[in-house]
């Protein structure tokens, strides 16, 4: 599912300038996609399938990223609060 083409994407995303912004928040750790099967959630085993980049100018206004715990689903989206200018 997640194939070295939209690795390559996602570094182009990068080298261009922009910030993924949950990953500024959680440096290492953080998963949007979790396998139904095996208890994959309560383990936190999953695959982080879901984004949100900003330019590097609005970077310092991030108050606070995160996943909320949606159990409707095993997908979650990524929420990123900016601080108002």
Not at 22 to 42: E, I, L, M, S
């Amino acid at each position: 599912m997640f194939t070295k083409e939209e690795r390559q994407q996602i570094d182009k995303i990068i080298q261009l300038g922009f910030i993924d912004a949950f990953r500024k928040v959680h440096p290492k750790n953080g998963y949007t996609w979790w396998f139904r099967g095996f208890n994959a959630r309560a383990k936190n085993i999953g695959w982080r399938i879901g984004y949100i980049f900003i330019s590097k100018q609005l970077e310092p206004l991030i108050e606070n990223a995160f996943v909320p715990n949606l159990e409707i689903s095993d997908h979650c989206p990524v929420v990123v609060e900016i601080n108002k200018f």
